[in-house]
C-alpha cells in the first residue's frame, strides 16, 4: 500500500479488448492482484469507467472482488448488469483488533458490512469473502454475515498454492508476535468456523478455492 501506478488508459484498452470480441460472453474476475477499489479510485474514476465499457460488451459473468465500501459508489452501473455481475466483499474476521493488525491500511468491518449491504439492497448478487480466514469468533463472524450476503466462501493461507508466499512470511510472523499462530495457522484452523457458518447461513457457504467458482 506504499505506491500505486495509475493505468490512465485502462477503459481504452478495454474498449478495444472489446471491439475485438474479447469480452462478451466471458468470465471476468475483477481482480486477483488488485483491489480494483485502490484508494485512487475515488479520484480517477477508472474502475467505474471500466464498468462502463463491459456494460457495452456484457461478460458473462463479472465477479468485482473487494475490501473497499467505494464499490457501493457504483451501484447503479452493477444493477444495470442483472445476473451477470457477483460483487465480493473481502470480510477476513469480526475483530477489528484483528484487522488493524493483519489490514491497517484496509476500511474496517463496520464500514466494509453496509457497503455490501447496500448492494445488496440494490439487488445485485453478494458474497463475503472470508479470504483468507483470519483469527476471530466464530459465532460473531455469523452474526456479521447472516442476512448481509447471498452467499459465503471461506478460504485459508494454506488455499494459495505458491501464489503469494511473500505475504504470507510477513503474516506468519505477525501471527507469531500476537500469540496467534498455534490455533490459526494449523491444518483445519477453518473448520470450526466453517461449521458455524453452515448452521447458519446452510448451502450459502463454500470452502477453499472452489467456492470461487461462481455459476
Not at 495509475?6 to 466471458?26: C, P
Not at 461478460?59 to 465480493?88: C, E, H, I, K, W
Not at 466494509?112 to 479470504?131: E, H, N, P
Amino acid at each position: 500500500g506504499r505506491w500505486a501506478r495509475v493505468k490512465q488508459n485502462a477503459a481504452t484498452l478495454l474498449e478495444k479488448a472489446g471491439r475485438q470480441g474479447k469480452l462478451v460472453g466471458k468470465r471476468i474476475y475483477m481482480s486477483s492482484v488488485t483491489d480494483p477499489y485502490q484508494p485512487q479510485e475515488a479520484k480517477s474514476g477508472i474502475t467505474r469507467s471500466c464498468l462502463e465499457v463491459m456494460l457495452r460488451y456484457p461478460p458473462a459473468l463479472l465477479v468485482v472482488q473487494t475490501r473497499s465500501p467505494l464499490v457501493a459508489r457504483d451501484v447503479d452501473l452493477l444493477q444495470a448488469f442483472g445476473n451477470r455481475v457477483l460483487v465480493a466483499m473481502t470480510i477476513g474476521t469480526d475483530d477489528e483488533t484483528v484487522r488493524r493488525v493483519v489490514e491497517p491500511s484496509c476500511a474496517p468491518i463496520p464500514a466494509r458490512l453496509r457497503a455490501i449491504q447496500q448492494v445488496k439492497q440494490a439487488g445485485v448478487r453478494t458474497q463475503a469473502s472470508v479470504a483468507p480466514l483470519l483469527p476471530c469468533h466464530p459465532d460473531r463472524l455469523a452474526d456479521l454475515l447472516t442476512d448481509s450476503v447471498d452467499r459465503v466462501v471461506v478460504s485459508t493461507f494454506n488455499d494459495y498454492g505458491g501464489g503469494g508466499s511473500k505475504t504470507r512470511s510477513a503474516v506468519y510472523q505477525l501471527y507469531r508476535e500476537h500469540g496467534w499462530e498455534d490455533e490459526w495457522l494449523g491444518d483445519g484452523y477453518e473448520q470450526p468456523v466453517v461449521d458455524v457458518l453452515r448452521r447458519r447461513l446452510g448451502d450459502a457457504v463454500s470452502v477453499g478455492q472452489a467456492g470461487f467458482n461462481f455459476v
